[in-house]
């Protein structure tokens, strides 16, 4: 099994706006975005390919089954819009170490100091 990918990427991310609470507020709402143009993409196409009336779509009643697979499905994209609040929970719990102490370990891995 792969380990799990890290949230947060190593480096400063860029900020663009007054605040990083802005900056955390904006990619949450363009990974919002990305998620509904999706969705009118894949609705558009079904719609298009199937012939399959809106009404006929929106009148769908589904099944426990299908109801489990929208939840992970639903899970899924939470994690993503989420991303950046983890992202940024994670490194405050690991800070990255200071550059001299990761010198002194790559000179002595064992961390004894000379």
């Known amino acids: 099994m792969r380990q799990p990918r890290p949230k947060a990427s190593k480096g400063e991310r860029p900020?663009?706006?007054?605040?990083?609470?802005?900056?955390?507020?904006?990619?949450?709402?363009?990974?919002?975005?990305?998620?509904?143009?999706l969705l009118h993409d894949k609705f558009d196409t079904l719609a298009r390919v199937s012939g399959v009336k809106t009404a006929d779509l929106e009148a769908f009643a589904p099944d426990e089954t299908?109801?489990?697979?929208r939840a992970a499905r639903r899970?899924?994209?939470?994690?993503?819009v989420l991303r950046i609040i983890e992202a940024d929970a994670e490194r405050a719990a690991h800070p990255p170490r200071p550059y001299d102490e990761i010198m002194q370990?790559?000179?002595?891995?064992?961390?004894?100091m000379s």
């Open 15 to 37: 900020q663009f706006l007054a605040g990083p609470d802005s900056e955390r507020l904006l990619n949450m709402v363009m990974a919002l975005a990305a998620e509904v143009s």
């Open 105 to 112: 370990l790559v000179a002595d891995p064992e961390g004894r």
């Open 75 to 80: 899970d899924a994209m939470l994690e993503r």
């Open 66 to 69: 299908v109801r489990a697979e």
